[in-house]
């Protein structure tokens, strides 16, 4: 993790290691995590607007990118959601939390995995049921793709629904929107000036 460096991926800047205590030491980054800024999309006075979020989906990518092409070997991360994608001070976003993350070899399209890594409602399907396909970085590709639903709306539905239960995830909640025939169209705001 020393060796890695993009604007998009967090920087470790060292490590501790004091007999059972050890840490990570990552750079600080003062607007915390994207989640913070997606659940309050709905409130005119914290929205970064939509211009921002663009720029952060794209810095995303590239973090993803970089850690799939760029570094000597592949990382697949398995766990890319809101809550592991930090804002810095410009709200440039950098990828974070490696925990769950695997390495392997660039030319290694297939991997293979003993028990499933990420979080529900991320998780690729081919991570559970091998009849999807085989687990490969394409797994992060569709973890993003659930941030960016997230991103361009419904989060603030998809609150609701997890205050009600905690077992419904984003997936599933726009499949039973789709299903009982809601309007799912996004709705930028008023071309409008006050």
């Not at 959601?81 to 974070?96: G, Y």
């Amino acid at each position: 993790m020393c060796q890695i460096h993009h604007v998009n991926v967090v920087r470790l800047v060292g490590i501790c290691a004091d007999g059972f205590i050890r840490a990570l030491v990552y750079e600080y980054l003062p607007n915390g995590s994207l989640q913070n800024f997606l659940s309050s999309a709905d409130n005119k006075n914290s929205f970064i607007g939509w211009d921002k979020l663009q720029d952060i989906a794209l810095g995303i990518a590239k973090g993803i990118e970089y850690l799939h092409q760029g570094c000597d070997q592949r990382i697949l991360h398995f766990d890319i959601k809101p809550q592991n994608v930090l804002l810095d001070q410009d709200f440039t976003p950098k990828v974070s939390d490696f925990g769950l993350a695997k390495f392997c070899a660039k030319d290694q399209s297939a991997i293979s995995m003993t028990t499933a890594r990420g979080t529900m409602g991320y998780i690729a399907p081919e991570i559970f049921s091998r009849n999807f396909g085989n687990v490969s970085y394409k797994s992060d590709v569709y973890s993003f793709g659930i941030l960016l639903l997230e991103m361009v709306g419904g989060k603030k539905n998809f609150k609701v629904m997890e205050d009600a239960t905690s077992h419904v995830y984003f997936p599933e909640w726009i499949y039973n929107l789709l299903e009982q025939g809601n309007d799912l169209r996004i709705h930028i705001g008023d071309d409008e000036v006050d």
